[in-house]
């Protein structure tokens, strides 16, 4: 059933081309949204790109009549406008504060009085759509670049049980591999994907290679000093330091070691890049703007960036002091050939045969994902790591972040490989605190 849909403002910071994803329905603008973009049109982040995208739109849209009856969005569409009243009578005195929230909740309502279809709220922000429900108005998150299910999303292996032991054996001889076809499995997995081959007595450790239509068997190996300590950090390391996956993902809980293999498997393949680049976003706790902490910009960052600082130690520290290799990573970071950095700070770099490790990676948007991606020239590798169920960003979620997108929409290509670390390797301490707490 066609719709009247009101858009909040973090719904266009979220995704500036939105108007254009809502098939049919028609789209109402309220005149605080305009007002409240004012306030993100300056800066460098990607909050003002989008602010800056969507201000261009409405203007190439804009005419007398976006502001009464609305402009056709195109063939197949609804109808854009602009709508100036932004208050209600009926719900003055319910919310005491005059926030633009409260005056994109007020034109919600009183539309919901005169449309003659379903008017529908669209907001990135649960608490602005639990008010709008508190009054009697429906309303949404955007779902347009939501995940169906995170229960169903790819993990990158499965357990293969009743293998026969002659192919188990044919996989420990050399040269270690056999035809998909003699695998003995029934469909075509993903490429890149992970399996344990196994039975009642023995098993393998295996990938399936697309390129050539094989089934590998892994052997257990270390990267960097880094010795993986079960089947799931040994498949995630055969795709960090696979020459053949340009873009890789790594999820897990806390503990489970994704950014300490990327890292290990970026300072095994140092040599095949010129610079290994490790960044993550910037999202305070309780979304406190940065410039609140004390100090200059260096001291505002370090607190966040500590956590790859550590991971390098742990490297580092595989080796004794006087060791040329532990005195070689002193010297790469000097060099800055090893550089961490809040991610931000990309913006505008050519990323040329770099190894690009972007952490906390749930905490963005598809968008910044696409950017991060797009921006990927001859040579570049590029890891995302995170943990898609410990969001900080106030408008993602598990489904809606910018990780999850990219598992869902890119498992199939071969330029992709993807891996779900599952197993807490930290601390049993660790371990059982991510599983109760």
Partial sequence: MKKTLVLDTNVILHDSDCIYHFEDNDIVLPIAVLEELDHFKKGNDVLNYHARAFV???????????????????????????????????????????????????????????????????????????????????????????????????TGKSIEEGTSSELIDRLYKAPFEVPFDDAGIKETPYPWHHFIMKNDQKSALTVYNPNQDLLQRLDKRAAHGIIPRNAEQLFALDLLTNDEIPLVSVTGKAGTGKTLLALAAAMEKRRSYRQIFIARPIVPLSNKDIGYLPGDIKSKIDPYLQPLWDNLKVIQNQYLNNNSEFEKINRLVEEEKIVIAPLTYIRGRSLQKIFFIVDEAQNLTPHEIKTIITRAGEGTKVVFTGDIFQIDHPFLDSQSNGLSYLIDRFKGQRLYAHMNLEKGERSPLAELASNLL
Avoid: P
Wanted: charged share 35%; net charge negative.
């Fill in 56 to 154: 261009r739109i409405i203007d190439d849209l804009s005419s007398e009549k976006m502001f009464e009856d609305g402009v056709k969005l195109g063939s197949k569409r609804g109808i854009f406008r602009v709508e100036l009243n932004s208050t209600s009578e009926d719900l003055f005195g319910v919310f005491t504060e005059d926030i633009t929230d409260h005056r994109i909740l007020y034109t919600a309502y009183e539309l919901a009085k005169t449309e003659k279809q379903r008017v529908v709220l669209v907001s990135k922000d649960m608490n602005l759509r639990l008010k709008a429900k508190a009054v009697g108005l429906e309303a949404q998150d955007y779902f347009t670049d939501k995940v169906a299910s995170v229960e169903e999303l790819y």
